[in-house]
């Protein structure tokens, strides 16, 4: 156990919570220490303190950038109590341990999320508070370190239990998250610095979260799982509102933003129904019931317990449809009063709004973990911008818009993906096969048993557009597409046997397209 706290120093941006703080560590007879508005807020509190400057000795200079900067703080801080030469230091240079530290950061994050200009952000780059952080951090062992004030109660609590000091296994758990938030204020202002001096792929690419949730497992009851948020602005699942249900799980999360991402994808009305990350049905609509229930027909079987997304306001009447079947998870930009009431019916089911749709054209990075590194590329933004009809037969404008937005949904499906389409909805999907045939084969089937379970004469394939989201290596995987019905053909095209494939495309009497783009998502 350490000896009792008898200096403290608070110097924070986020108030939330200081004035009390102040004040008990002062009616626990500590001395308190703070610098510019900190000690004037406590002073207007009437708790009692000391201005930094005053403590040692020396003004703040240069607009406040050094303040704290100072042998008479750090030496306060890094001594080590028990160390004999570290306390003749002090007695020499009459240094004072400085016992508990409560600094959080000048708020570079936010300014710059709040669009400010470049001087601006460099002036909200704090450098007194990261390093006394790190010299308190460092001497945990006889220095406590709050940088968060949602900690200041698990300090009191533990003073009041221990004759005014702090266990040194709280000191280390304090110290690790005040490590781990300067790392992060690094990560942030590292980011941005790439960005102003347009590195893509610095030398060292920094990554920083903080957790919002932990979860009772991951993918499989034995993996322990939880979700960090990264103050990425684009609206979405990390910064959604929960109005309803449970708790969301790992594979609920991930789902969700795979579904939430694939309907952002569209400025018509549309609805995306996801299983396993992959689209069971989209469509788009001249109402939201519209494209809920077109793309809920397009497979019914697998709708049951997925995640419905949508890219309008949910109303009752879409909202009536849906709690028809188990549904997991619903999200939306925002949901009406009559929605609301429809839904609280359903106590379990998860709802979430976001206030917006993110722009699918912004760009960002993706992540995946490999042993011994990580492989981080650009999102996957980009749209359509020419396409070339490369066979006889040119499609007709409404072939054209249903090839566009196949295409787009199997920018979303797991590779090897194809997608049948017809006005404006998915009827078959095939996804994830190892064998670009065996996806036209299984979509093909989905859209003859959608047809059947609607009482539908013949497959939706029929007459339907195929969309591939890459190349088709050989005419058999085309001409499997022409035989389930397809009359349409969109591709990125690219392959070594691309006159092969147009010449069978020709024979089948079939439109087709080259996009130049490929959507491989694995």
Same mark, same amino acid.
């Given at each position: 156990?350490?000896?009792?706290?008898?200096?403290?120093?608070?110097?924070v941006?986020?108030? /939330?919570?200081? #004035?009390?703080f102040?004040?008990?560590?002062?009616?626990?007879?500590?001395?308190?220490?703070? %610098?510019?508005?900190?000690?004037?807020?406590l002073?207007?509190?009437?708790?009692?303190?000391?201005?930094?400057?005053?403590?040692?000795?020396?003004?703040?200079?240069?607009?406040?950038?050094?303040?704290? !900067?100072?042998?008479?703080?750090?030496?306060?801080?890094?001594?080590?109590r028990?160390?004999?030469?570290?306390?003749?230091?002090?007695?020499?240079?009459?240094?004072? +341990?400085?016992?508990l530290?409560?600094?959080?950061?000048?708020?570079?994050?936010?300014?710059?999320?709040?669009?400010?200009?470049?001087? *601006?952000?460099?002036?909200n780059?704090?450098?007194?508070?990261?390093?006394?952080?790190?010299?308190?951090?460092?001497?945990?062992?006889? #220095?406590t #370190?709050?940088?968060?004030?949602?900690?200041?109660?698990?300090?009191?609590?533990?003073?009041?239990?221990?004759?005014?000091?702090?266990?040194?296994?709280?000191?280390?758990?304090?110290?690790?998250?005040?490590?781990?938030?300067?790392?992060?204020?690094?990560?942030?202002?590292?980011? =941005?610095?790439?960005?102003? /001096?347009?590195?893509? =792929?610095?030398?060292?690419?920094?990554?920083?979260?903080?957790?919002?949730?932990?979860?009772?497992?991951g993918?499989?009851?034995?993996?322990?799982?939880?979700?960090?948020?990264?103050?990425?602005?684009? +609206?979405?699942? $990390?910064? @959604?509102?929960?109005?309803?249900?449970?708790?969301?799980?790992?594979?609920?999360?991930?789902?969700?933003?795979?579904?939430?991402?694939?309907?952002?994808?569209?400025?018509?009305?549309?609805?995306?129904?996801?299983?396993?990350?992959? +689209?069971?049905?989209?469509?788009?609509?001249?109402?939201?019931?519209?494209?809920? &229930?077109?793309?809920?027909?397009?497979?019914?079987?697998?709708?049951?317990?997925?995640?419905?997304?949508?890219?309008?306001?949910?109303?009752?009447?879409?909202?009536?449809?849906?709690?028809?079947?188990?549904?997991?998870?619903?999200? @939306?930009?925002?949901?009406?009063? *009559?929605?609301?009431?429809?839904?609280?019916?359903?106590? &379990?089911?998860?709802?979430?709004?976001?206030?917006?749709?993110?722009?699918? /054209?912004?760009?960002?990075?993706?992540?995946?973990?490999?042993?011994?590194?990580?492989?981080?590329?650009?999102?996957?933004?980009? !749209?359509?911008?020419e396409?070339?009809?490369? %066979?006889?037969?040119? +499609? %007709?404008? $409404?072939?054209?818009?249903?090839?566009?937005?196949?295409?787009?949904?199997?920018k979303?499906?797991?590779?090897?993906?194809?997608?049948?389409?017809? *006005?404006?909805?998915?009827?078959?999907?095939?996804?994830?096969?190892?064998?670009?045939?065996?996806?036209?084969?299984?979509?093909?089937?989905?859209?003859?048993?959608?047809?059947?379970?609607?009482?539908?004469?013949?497959? =939706? $394939?029929?007459?339907?557009v195929?969309?591939?989201?890459?190349?088709?290596?050989?005419?058999?995987?085309?001409?499997?597409?022409?035989? @389930?019905?397809?009359? $349409?053909?969109?591709?990125?095209?690219?392959?070594?046997?691309? &006159?092969?494939?147009?010449?069978?495309?020709?024979?089948?009497?079939?439109?087709? #397209?080259?996009?130049?783009?490929?959507?491989?998502?694995?």
């Amino acid at each position: 156990m350490s000896e009792p706290i008898r200096r403290v120093l608070l110097s924070v941006s986020d108030k /939330t919570g200081i #004035v009390e703080f102040a004040r008990f560590l002062a009616d626990q007879g500590a001395q308190v220490l703070s %610098t510019g508005g900190t000690a004037k807020m406590l002073s207007d509190a009437g708790v009692p303190v000391t201005e930094v400057s005053e403590h040692t000795g020396f003004p703040e200079i240069m607009d406040g950038r050094v303040k704290t !900067l100072q042998p008479s703080i750090h030496g306060g801080l890094l001594a080590v109590r028990d160390n004999a030469e570290h306390i003749k230091a002090m007695e020499e240079h009459n240094i004072q +341990p400085i016992d508990l530290l409560c600094v959080n950061l000048y708020p570079f994050e936010a300014t710059l999320a709040g669009g400010a200009e470049y001087d *601006d952000c460099v002036e909200n780059i704090d450098i007194g508070g990261p390093a006394m952080i790190r010299a308190a951090a460092k001497n945990h062992g006889d #220095v406590t #370190v709050v940088v968060e004030p949602e900690d200041y109660q698990l300090v009191m609590d533990e003073m009041k239990a221990h004759s005014g000091s702090t266990t040194l296994k709280t000191r280390k758990f304090l110290a690790q998250r005040a490590y781990a938030r300067t790392a992060a204020y690094d990560a942030a202002i590292s980011t =941005w610095l790439a960005d102003e /001096t347009d590195q893509i =792929w610095p030398k060292r690419l920094t990554f920083a979260g903080e957790i919002k949730q932990t979860m009772r497992y991951g993918e499989n009851p034995h993996q322990a799982a939880a979700f960090y948020v990264n103050g990425d602005p684009r +609206p979405g699942v $990390a910064s @959604a509102t929960q109005l309803q249900g449970k708790e969301l799980s790992y594979n609920n999360l991930n789902d969700t933003d795979a579904a939430f991402e694939l309907v952002a994808e569209f400025s018509d009305t549309a609805c995306a129904i996801i299983k396993h990350a992959n +689209p069971c049905g989209v469509a788009v609509g001249k109402t939201l019931l519209e494209a809920y &229930n077109n793309a809920y027909i397009c497979d019914t079987e697998s709708a049951f317990g997925g995640i419905v997304a949508l890219n309008r306001t949910l109303d009752g009447a879409t909202a009536e449809e849906i709690v028809k079947i188990f549904t997991e998870v619903i999200i @939306a930009p925002d949901i009406d009063e *009559d929605a609301l009431k429809i839904l609280a019916g359903k106590k &379990n089911l998860r709802v979430l709004t976001t206030g917006a749709m993110p722009d699918p /054209t912004l760009g960002g990075r993706t992540v995946k973990m490999l042993a011994g590194g990580l492989l981080v590329q650009g999102r996957d933004n980009a !749209l359509i911008e020419e396409l070339k009809v490369v %066979t006889d037969k040119a +499609p %007709t404008d $409404a072939q054209m818009a249903d090839m566009k937005f196949a295409y787009t949904v199997g920018k979303h499906i797991k590779s090897n993906a194809i997608v049948y389409c017809k *006005d404006g909805r998915t009827v078959g999907i095939g996804a994830g096969q190892m064998s670009r045939v065996n996806s036209c084969r299984i979509a093909a089937f989905r859209a003859e048993q959608a047809a059947k379970a609607q009482g539908a004469d013949q497959s =939706w $394939a029929i007459g339907s557009v195929v969309a591939s989201d890459a190349f088709f290596p050989f005419a058999d995987g085309l001409l499997e597409a022409v035989e @389930a019905g397809a009359v $349409a053909a969109i591709q990125p095209g690219g392959s070594m046997r691309d &006159n092969e494939v147009i010449e069978a495309a020709n024979k089948a009497g079939i439109s087709m #397209v080259f996009t130049g783009m490929r959507h491989f998502r694995h």
